[in-house]
């Protein structure tokens, strides 16, 4: 089949826009997710977000969504299956570089990414594998419902930036926990070799990443859900920044890899056993490091410490910071994290810092009511601020 199209410029960036039916979308398209693949960026898809466009796809004839699916593709691939036409002297263009052109789906031997529209080709998807669905409507869905394709052209060098539109989008679109894309614009660092990787900040993501995102530990996660992408967005869930949260376990970071006399350089090594190496080391710092201190938090000032089920983005994600006290906020955590870190240099390893922690941490005078807010502890919002706090910890 062979689709029109118009091909146009913003700036450099090359892209070229189509229509195309459900059909052909998911045969010359893939979704790249995090963790399956190592240029992966996108999530799973929303169940509930899914099963409600499935829903209107089955009793209703509304629209799922008028703006563009947007696919990516490398440069060299989409030249194998467009064709510039000349289709005279009626039709003006705005730029010498815009074209209209063919697109030749017969010619494509190789998958679009789905930058944008991943849960409506899902939810086609699931709605036409009902086998008691009219043929007539199946064939309607099929070929007949167009969707407005955009597609972003990029050199294989470039494809960071198909990332950075993904997240721009999803960014403004909707509340976002950890940012999955963010942790791949890292991968796609390691990938291109764009400059020998600073380990510290890449350990530092995937440390927050796993604190925020996973609950498959020994013990207790006390920072699922825990910290925040988007600061100015209210919805959202967490209870300190992730800028800030960074800062505070930067000097914890610093001391492993010095420990550890880590290096690691993406021109020596490929990026499976570079990833590889990082996730490790992120885990044993989540593991044996901020997990176990919290664990210790916790138990000292239960307190401070709040449970709760919650409803983000339709799905139900599970919380344990408690808004009325500082201790999970900026200001405790980077009191607590201090006190960790300067255990943590003067400690043989992690299994010493983490006992000499339990020991200041169980022996500390100070009571749970310290840390609620606009009590005790107000005012103290400055890094001398915390210094004071971390003196007030130790007594």
């Given at each position: 089949?062979?689709?029109?199209?118009?091909?146009?410029f913003q700036y450099d960036q090359r892209f070229i826009t189509t229509t195309l039916s459900f059909k052909s979308l998911s045969e010359i398209s893939?979704?790249?997710?995090?963790?399956?693949?190592?240029?992966?960026?996108?999530?799973?898809?929303?169940?509930?977000?899914?099963?409600?466009?499935?829903?209107?796809?089955?009793?209703?004839?509304?629209?799922?969504?008028?703006?563009?699916?947007?696919?990516?593709?490398?440069?060299?691939?989409?030249?194998k299956c467009i064709k510039g036409i000349n289709i005279g002297s009626d039709i003006d263009f705005y730029d010498d570089r815009e074209q209209i052109?063919?697109?030749?789906?017969?010619?494509?031997?190789?998958?679009?990414?789905?930058?944008?529209?991943?849960?409506?080709?899902?939810?086609?998807?699931?709605?036409?594998?009902?086998?008691?669905?009219?043929?007539?409507?199946?064939?309607?869905?099929?070929?007949?419902?167009?969707?407005?394709?955009?597609?972003?052209?990029?050199?294989?060098?470039?494809?960071?930036?198909?990332?950075?539109?993904?997240?721009?989008?999803?960014?403004?679109?909707?509340?976002?926990?950890?940012?999955?894309?963010?942790?791949?614009?890292?991968?796609?660092?390691?990938?291109?070799?764009?400059?020998?990787?600073?380990?510290?900040?890449?350990?530092?993501?995937?440390?927050?990443?796993?604190?925020?995102?996973?609950?498959?530990?020994?013990?207790?996660?006390?920072?699922?859900?825990?910290?925040?992408?988007?600061?100015?967005?209210?919805?959202?869930?967490?209870?300190?920044?992730?800028?800030?949260?960074?800062?505070?376990?930067?000097?914890?970071?610093?001391?492993?890899?010095?420990?550890?006399?880590?290096?690691?350089?993406?021109?020596?090594?490929?990026?499976?056993?570079?990833?590889?190496?990082?996730?490790?080391?992120?885990?044993?710092?989540?593991?044996?490091?901020?997990?176990?201190?919290?664990?210790?938090?916790?138990?000292?000032?239960?307190?401070?410490?709040?449970?709760?089920?919650?409803?983000?983005?339709?799905?139900?994600?599970?919380?344990?910071?408690?808004?009325?006290?500082?201790i999970q906020q900026t200001m405790g955590v980077k009191s607590l994290h201090g006190i960790l870190t300067d255990l943590y240099k003067e400690s043989?390893?992690?299994?010493?810092?983490?006992?000499?922690?339990?020991?200041?941490?169980?022996?500390?005078?100070?009571?749970?009511?310290?840390?609620?807010?606009?009590?005790?502890?107000?005012?103290?919002?400055?890094?001398?601020?915390?210094?004071?706090?971390?003196?007030?910890?130790?007594?």
């Amino acid at each position: 089949m062979k689709r029109i199209a118009n091909q146009y410029f913003q700036y450099d960036q090359r892209f070229i826009t189509t229509t195309l039916s459900f059909k052909s979308l998911s045969e010359i398209s893939e979704v790249l997710k995090y963790g399956e693949s190592k240029y992966g960026y996108q999530r799973e898809v929303n169940e509930l977000h899914l099963n409600k466009m499935v829903s209107t796809l089955k009793n209703t004839k509304d629209i799922l969504s008028p703006t563009s699916i947007i696919l990516g593709v490398n440069s060299e691939n989409i030249e194998k299956c467009i064709k510039g036409i000349n289709i005279g002297s009626d039709i003006d263009f705005y730029d010498d570089r815009e074209q209209i052109v063919v697109l030749n789906l017969d010619e494509i031997d190789f998958k679009f990414r789905i930058v944008d529209g991943q849960h409506r080709i899902a939810a086609f998807n699931k709605y036409l594998s009902d086998t008691s669905i009219e043929i007539d409507n199946r064939e309607n869905l099929e070929q007949k419902y167009l969707f407005n394709v955009v597609i972003i052209v990029l050199e294989e060098k470039d494809r960071i930036k198909e990332v950075e539109l993904f997240r721009s989008i999803n960014s403004k679109a909707k509340p976002l926990k950890t940012d999955l894309a963010m942790l791949a614009m890292y991968n796609y660092e390691t990938i291109f070799r764009i400059e020998s990787i600073n380990i510290e900040e890449h350990l530092k993501a995937r440390t927050i990443f796993k604190l925020n995102e996973e609950s498959e530990f020994s013990g207790t996660n006390y920072w699922i859900n825990g910290i925040k992408v988007d600061i100015n967005n209210r919805q959202a869930l967490g209870s300190i920044g992730f800028k800030a949260f960074g800062e505070s376990i930067h000097s914890i970071v610093k001391q492993y890899v010095e420990k550890q006399n880590l290096q690691v350089d993406s021109k020596d090594q490929d990026f499976d056993n570079i990833n590889l190496m990082l996730n490790n080391f992120s885990e044993d710092i989540t593991q044996n490091l901020i997990l176990p201190a919290w664990k210790i938090v916790n138990e000292k000032w239960p307190e401070t410490f709040l449970e709760m089920n919650n409803i983000q983005n339709e799905e139900k994600e599970k919380t344990f910071y408690n808004k009325d006290y500082y201790i999970q906020q900026t200001m405790g955590v980077k009191s607590l994290h201090g006190i960790l870190t300067d255990l943590y240099k003067e400690s043989r390893d992690e299994k010493e810092t983490i006992e000499r922690f339990n020991e200041l941490i169980t022996n500390s005078s100070l009571k749970h009511n310290d840390w609620k807010k606009k009590e005790k502890m107000r005012g103290l919002s400055s890094e001398a601020g915390f210094k004071i706090i971390r003196e007030m910890i130790k007594k």
